[in-house]
C-alpha cells in the first residue's frame, strides 16, 4: 500500500481488513431470531411464575397473621392468649406434630438407607391427621356453640366429642375407639354422681374391672377366634401356655366354635377324672 504521500489511506485500508477478518471469522452456525425470542420468553414466563408464587405465599402469610392475631374470641372462652381461630390452627399443628413424630419414632427402620423415606411414609401421617383433626374439630365445635348459645356449657363438650369423633377415619383403631368409649362411660358416671342422679356405688371400679376381666376369659375359653391376637399372646404368656390345652371338643355343642383353632389338638386326659372314655388316654403304671 506504498504510494507518493508515504502511509496517507493507511486507516482506511486497516479498517477495512479488520471488517473482512470479522465476517470470516463469524460463527459458522445459523442464528434464528424465533429461538432467542422463545428463550427470552420463557424466562419471563419463568420469573413471571416465581414472583406469583411469591405473591400467593406472601398474600397467605399476611392473611393467617391477620387472622390469628385480630380474630374473634367469644368472652366465654377461656383461651386468653388466642383467638377462637388461632387457637383451632394450633391445637391441629400441636397434635399433628406429636402424632407424626411418634409414628416416626415406631418406624426406624434398621437401614440408614431407608431413613430418608421415612419422613415422606403416608402411614406416619395417619396418626397426626387423626389427633390434630380431632383437636381441632373439638375446639372449633366447641367455641362455636359457645358465639351460638352466648354460654358455655359441659353439653358442649358432648356435642363437640361426637362430633371429633369423625377423624377415626384418618386412623381406624380399635384399641383407641374402645378406650375412648370407655372414658365416655366412665365421665358420664360420675359427672351423674355429682349432679346426684346415679347413686354412688363402693368398689365400683373394681367390680367393673372384675366384670371385664371375666369377660375376656370366658372369650378366650369360648370363642378364641373373637380375640385380639396380641391379648390371647398376652394371656398364654401370663398363663405358661395353660389357656391352648384345653379340651376345647366338648364345648363346641354350646355353637361357639370353641376349637375352630384347634382343630388338630387332643387332650391327654386321665380316664380315672372323666367322665366318657378320653381319645388319647393316659397310660397308667
Known amino acids: 500500500f506504498r504510494c507518493k504521500d508515504g502511509l496517507k489511506g493507511f486507516t482506511f485500508s486497516a479498517l477495512n481488513l479488520r471488517h ?6 463469524a460463527p459458522t452456525h445459523s442464528f434464528s431470531p424465533e429461538v432467542a425470542f422463545s428463550k427470552i420468553d420463557r424466562k419471563i414466563k419463568h420469573c413471571e ?3 406469583r408464587r411469591m405473591n400467593i405465599i406472601a398474600v397467605t402469610k399476611k392473611l393467617v397473621d391477620k387472622v390469628c392475631k385480630h380474630g374473634p374470641r367469644h368472652r366465654c ?3 386468653y392468649e388466642d383467638n377462637c381461630i388461632s387457637y383451632c390452627i394450633k391445637g391441629f399443628i400441636r397434635m399433628f406434630s406429636v402424632g407424626y413424630l411418634i409414628q416416626c419414632c415406631l418406624r426406624i427402620p434398621t437401614k440408614p438407607s431407608r431413613l430418608l423415606s421415612l419422613f415422606y411414609n403416608k402411614e406416619n401421617f395417619q396418626l397426626g391427621a387423626f389427633l390434630g383433626s380431632f383437636v381441632s374439630i373439638y375446639k372449633g365445635t366447641s367455641c362455636f356453640l359457645r358465639w351460638v348459645r352466648n354460654l358455655d356449657d359441659e353439653l358442649h363438650a358432648l356435642i363437640a366429642g361426637s362430633l371429633a369423633g369423625v377423624s377415626m377415619m384418618f386412623y381406624k383403631s380399635t384399641t383407641i ?43 378366650a375359653v369360648m370363642e378364641v377366634q373373637n380375640l385380639r391376637p396380641s391379648y390371647w399372646k398376652f394371656l398364654l404368656r401370663l398363663t405358661k401356655g395353660r389357656f391352648a390345652v384345653m379340651n376345647r371338643r366338648v364345648l363346641d355343642v354350646f355353637g361357639t366354635e370353641a376349637s375352630k383353632n384347634f382343630k388338630n389338638f387332643i387332650p391327654k386326659l386321665d380316664p380315672r377324672y372323666t367322665s366318657i372314655p378320653p381319645e388319647l388316654p393316659i397310660e397308667l403304671s
Not at 473482512?20 to 471469522?25: D, L, N, P
Not at 358416671?189 to 371385664?212: C, H, L, M, R, T
Open 177 to 219: 375407639s374402645m378406650y375412648l368409649a370407655s372414658k365416655l362411660v366412665e365421665t358420664m358416671y360420675f359427672k351423674g354422681i355429682e349432679a346426684g342422679k346415679v347413686p354412688y356405688f363402693p368398689q365400683a371400679d373394681s367390680i367393673i374391672y372384675a366384670i371385664s376381666t371375666a369377660i375376656c376369659f370366658q372369650a
Open 49 to 51: 411464575e416465581v414472583s
Open 77 to 79: 372462652c377461656k383461651h
Open 20 to 25: 473482512i477478518a470479522y465476517f470470516k471469522k
